[in-house]
């Protein structure tokens, strides 16, 4: 059974920094993608961010493009999300998911992921 579990949110002010990390198990996770997704109250969950199995692929949502990176270390099966210059309109309940195949990251099947519960993070203008 796969399982991953989300941690490093928190409270930042506009302009700061978090790198959030995602820890899998039950799973050969260099054969997964991975993605973070996030869901602002009274919105809908968007997908932020994707990495294909090795990390040769990758992929973000175009509000967040040149302020976030995602990352994978496969010797430790954790997925990063490096978030820089944050912004108040990034507060949400960020989720870690793990897909089999890229594309379901990237499109947003959601129903074909394995989510974790995730984690806060909240920029404070």
């Known amino acids: 059974q796969v399982q991953v579990v989300e941690s490093g949110g928190g409270l930042v002010q506009a302009g700061g920094s978090l790198r959030l990390s995602c820890t899998a198990s039950g799973l050969t996770f260099e054969d997964y993608a991975m993605g973070w997704f996030r869901q602002a109250p009274g919105k809908e969950r968007e997908g932020v961010s994707c990495?294909?199995?090795?990390?040769?692929?990758?992929y973000y949502v175009d509000s967040v493009k040149g302020r976030f990176t995602i990352s994978r270390d496969n010797s430790k099966n954790t997925l990063y999300l490096q978030m820089n210059s944050l912004k108040p309109e990034d507060t949400a309940m960020y989720y870690c998911a793990a897909f089999v195949r890229y594309m379901y990251c990237t499109d947003s099947w959601e129903g074909l992921g394995s989510w974790g519960q995730g984690t806060q993070v909240t920029v404070s203008s």
């Open positions: 990495i294909s199995g090795r990390g040769a692929a990758t």
